[in-house]
């Protein structure tokens, strides 16, 4: 088939080639046709206009790292604590904390405090349908910390994890306190993938995104000289005026914000700032600046309907909308 298209491609040029000379060989004093000008450029990005507005603002979180529903339910929202308990609640208007159970309770497993603690949830894609295991990553102490990725099980049809039984998947010591990244999610694929900060963090199996010889597309004091040889910079970055901590989000697929879809939704834990880009950037993209909040964004959620969610350390779970 590609060799077909050359081929066409080639006969073409060919017919254009002749086309323009029978057209200048009328008479010898014709002259060629000016060359077209160039397109305008592209224009600038449109301004998204997008505000936040707070969610399940009477149930209490202690310390949220993260926002989960189940796959294919949108009747309940899982959130996970970093001290080791996960609460559940239904998805309604003004639920409170009197709708609120405990799903699972590990916390005398995990080791918490600072960047530890439990940091991720997954539920297995075929969870209510037959299914009922629930995987976990969170940072223990075995003889210092250790990263470690399990599996439990539902006894009850989903209603709470039975943590009689543990199954360990995975554990990586780590060499430091800070860094103990957690974040574990199903791909499209069927596997599980898993985040568990450096050394251990693979986006794309086999690169090196440079830390600790570079931050962002920057050498590490000292800040020339650096070798870049093998490393890969980032899609997008920002200086430390404008944050400290990238919190990673999700590419916006709902239907409430129409000009935000095919745009991958970012933040800052010590900034509150949230910017934008759009999911097909290539190296060296500059973010757009979406929101600037007073949060600590620890995490962002996706519901089952595409529709993004901040989550706030301090507590609380603000909704992206659209503004009229």
């Not at 005398?108 to 894609?125: I, K, Y």
């Not at 086999?206 to 590490?220: F, L, P």
């Amino acid at each position: 088939m590609g060799s077909q298209i050359i081929n066409s491609r080639s006969i073409i040029s060919f017919l254009s080639i002749l086309f323009v000379a029978s057209c200048g060989s009328g008479g010898g004093s014709a002259s060629a046709p000016p060359p077209p000008s160039p397109p305008p450029p592209p224009p600038p990005p449109a301004a998204l206009s997008v505000a936040i507005t707070e969610v399940f603002d009477q149930v209490t979180m202690q310390a949220p790292v993260a926002l989960i529903q189940a796959p294919g339910d949108a009747s309940r929202w899982f959130v996970v604590e970093q001290q080791g308990i996960v609460r559940v609640f239904p998805n309604v208007a003004n639920v409170t904390n009197n709708d609120v159970s405990v799903f699972i309770d590990i916390s005398a497993r995990v080791l918490s405090g600072g960047e530890r603690g439990l940091l991720g949830m997954a539920f297995h894609p075929d969870f209510g349908n037959g299914n009922y295991e629930v995987f976990f990553s969170y940072t223990r102490n075995n003889g210092g910390t250790e990263s470690a990725i399990t599996r439990f099980r539902s006894n009850d049809f989903g209603l709470s994890l039975d943590t009689s039984v543990e199954d360990i998947i995975l554990t990586i010591p780590q060499d430091f306190d800070n860094h103990n990244g957690g974040q574990i999610e199903f791909g499209p694929d069927g596997y599980l993938y898993g985040g568990l900060g450096d050394g251990g963090d693979r986006i794309e199996n086999g690169n090196n995104y440079g830390w600790k010889i570079m931050e962002g597309a920057h050498c590490r004091p000292p800040t020339t000289g650096c070798s870049m040889t093998g490393l890969v910079n980032p899609v997008t970055e920002y200086d430390r005026s404008q944050g400290q901590s990238v919190t990673g989000g999700y590419v916006y697929r709902g239907a409430s914000i129409p000009e935000l879809q095919g745009m991958y939704v970012y933040g800052d834990f010590g900034s509150g700032r949230i910017w934008t880009i759009p999911a097909t950037s290539q190296q060296g993209t500059v973010g757009q600046l979406l929101l600037s909040t007073g949060f600590g964004i620890s995490s962002f959620a996706e519901d089952i309907d595409g529709e993004l969610y901040v989550i706030d350390y301090g507590g609380a779970v603000h909704q992206l909308v659209d503004v009229p």
